[in-house]
């Protein structure tokens, strides 16, 4: 195994922990800077799996595969937030350069230490999260601030996409809602009054440096992202430097190596709160595999491999538009092949597709960047994009 403080040079292999989209494009980063990539998921029908030199498919937390890991490869990371901390203490434990380390990437994946955490970060910072209230037990619903209401229940794990989540009105709603979560412990958000919503991507390096990339703008439908737009358009230059100042210091703050995403939400008053944090590549920083010097998932391969990171500049303004499954369905029954030709008649649009074998509604099939020489010309494409592959505008 490499001395720790050793870089981990290509012709090695790097793990992932887990087999997804994002694991896929991590992988396709590291291959094309000469690494080899070993890929352990659950899943026999692995995005990543697919194309990886290795893969093992097994749960997170069987011992020998964890072993065969480690076997294989110097440095680790996760594409799966809610991969059990327990997996990657193991891997850690048998000498594998573990990046993000479990300690982060459980604050994560769990709302309750997340907002606490963020809470204590707004000394430091000026931004907070939103006003909420933890439940845990029946009797905590009783205890709940009326000025919560209305507010977003949400399961403190396994959230993810708006999943795990519900508008509440009032403490009758409450109970119900707490009630059809099946009683585990949750959050109630008071819903805070929206003008826009951003996400910071931030990375930094075994040796402590510390990079931003600007700031995106992102819009969701459904729970699920559908566009990012960079430069963020609504954002004033003062928040951005805010914005990529707290999130600068919150990486550091806890000792995490790698890439992570911060989502905020910029309100009407013009305050910013932060949201959540995914201890990962993210789906709103897809825009810098064709718009910046650095991709995100070779930042990725860069940190955890111990090597000097790389130039988060934007190269051009940029929209990346979200593909879901629906677009394989011209009605619920109905399949269809998405019109890839007039989508790609644009010069300037970069397809991205999974590789997933089975297009289903609301499934993350794809994305694509669409450049240009001004936000006004990115939106023009990317609305026209929208429009060739059937989206609502
Ligand atoms: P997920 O883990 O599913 O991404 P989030 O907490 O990010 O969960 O919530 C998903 C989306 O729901 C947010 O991007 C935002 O649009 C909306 N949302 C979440 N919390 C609030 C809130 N407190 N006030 C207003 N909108 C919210
Ligand atoms: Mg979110």
């Keep these: 195994m490499a001395d720790r403080m050793e870089p981990v040079l290509p012709g090695s292999f790097l793990g992932i922990l887990g087999g997804g989209q994002l694991g896929r494009m991590f ?12 890929v352990l998921d659950p899943g026999s029908d692995s995005p990543a799996g697919a194309i990886a030199e290795k893969f093992i498919q097994a749960d997170y937390t069987d011992p020998a595969a964890l072993k065969e890991m480690a076997t294989v490869c110097a440095s680790v ?21 573990v990046a993000p380390r479990s300690s982060c990437v459980s604050l994560a994946q769990n709302r309750i230490a997340e907002k606490k955490f963020l809470a204590t970060w707004k000394a430091e910072t000026n931004i907070g ?33 708006g999943k795990g989540q519900a508008t ?5 709603a409450l109970t119900t809602a707490w009630n059809e979560f099946g009683s585990v412990p949750c959050v109630l958000e008071k819903r805070m009054d929206l003008d826009f919503e951003v996400s910071a991507l931030v990375v930094r390096g075994y040796d402590d440096a510390v990079m931003a990339y600007p700031v995106s703008q992102n819009i969701h439908r459904n729970g699920i992202l559908h566009t990012s737009t960079v430069p963020a358009p609504s954002l004033k230059p003062e928040q951005e430097k805010k914005i990529i100042a707290a999130a600068k210091s919150l990486i550091r703050k806890i000792d995490y190596v790698g890439v992570l995403c911060v989502e905020f939400f910029v309100l009407k008053s013009g305050d910013i709160v932060a949201n959540e944090i995914a201890p990962r590549p993210h789906n709103s920083g897809h825009y810098t595999m064709n718009a910046c010097v650095t991709s995100q998932f ?12 790389g130039d988060t500049r ?52 794809g994305h694509v960047n669409c ?9 023009q494409v990317c609305s026209a994009v929208a429009l060739e592959l059937g989206l609502e505008p």
């Design 27 to 38: 992988t396709q980063a590291a291959q094309a800077m000469g690494y080899k990539v070993c």
């Design 371 to 379: 450049l240009g020489e001004s936000l006004g010309a990115v939106r």
């Design 298 to 309: 070779e930042q990725q391969v860069r940190a955890m491999a111990r090597l000097p990171l």
């Design 129 to 161: 999260p939103a006003p909420h209230f933890v439940i845990e037990h029946d009797a905590d619903i009783r205890h709940v601030p009326a000025e919560l209401f209305p507010g977003i229940l949400k399961t403190a794990r396994m959230g993810y996409d």
């Design 77 to 97: 990371s996760t594409e799966f937030e809610n991969v059990p901390a327990q997996a990657l203490d193991a891997l850690e434990a048998l000498g594998v350069f």
């Design 168 to 172: 509440i009105y009032d403490v009758d």
């Design 314 to 365: 934007l190269l051009a303004p940029v929209a990346m538009l979200n593909l879901l499954g629906d677009l394989w369905f011209e009605e619920a029954d109905a399949p269809k092949e998405p019109a890839w030709d007039q989508v790609l008649a644009h010069p300037d649009v970069k397809l991205h597709l999974y590789g997933k074998s089975e297009p289903r509604m609301g499934r993350k099939m």
